[in-house]
């Protein structure tokens, strides 16, 4: 059941990297970002690259090395890891951003959700491949 669901994750996930190059004009960043320092501009962009290629690699890694991370205990360590990243995000969404952003806004409000959702899915999924005990290990 777990090999399903980090399959499903690591295509998530690379979606997800995906997304984020459409980020620069959905979000108008030549605009908002205008009045920032060209350090500032070039960490927004650069960074964002990062994150994306970061949130990629994370997701072709679970989906092509899905029984590693299941059955070795190098692969249980890293999917820990990966829970309590993506339980800081879940956490950074209810504190992290004002609910000004979202509530009382149709659209942005089913982002928040879903996002919010993703995020719980991804931490749990993750811990309970970390801490599945396997007969071999």
């Not at 992290?96 to 509530?103: E, I």
Request: with cysteine.
């Amino acid at each position: 059941m777990m090999y399903i669901h980090l399959q499903i994750i690591g295509l998530l996930l690379m979606a997800l990297a995906l997304v984020h190059a459409i980020f620069p004009k959905y979000f108008n960043w030549e605009k908002e970002l205008k009045s920032l320092s060209l350090i500032n501009r070039q960490m927004m962009t650069i960074h964002t690259f990062f994150i994306a290629l970061t949130i990629f690699l994370m997701g072709l890694l679970c989906f092509k090395a899905t029984n590693e991370l299941i059955e070795t205990h190098l692969g249980k360590t890293i999917c820990l890891g990966f829970s309590v990243f993506w339980g800081v995000r879940l956490v950074i969404q209810f504190f992290g951003y004002s609910p000004s952003l979202w509530k009382g806004k149709k659209f942005e409000t089913i982002v928040h959700v879903v996002f919010s959702i993703l995020w719980a899915y991804l931490s749990i999924i993750f811990a309970l491949v970390g801490v599945i005990t396997n007969k071999d290990n």
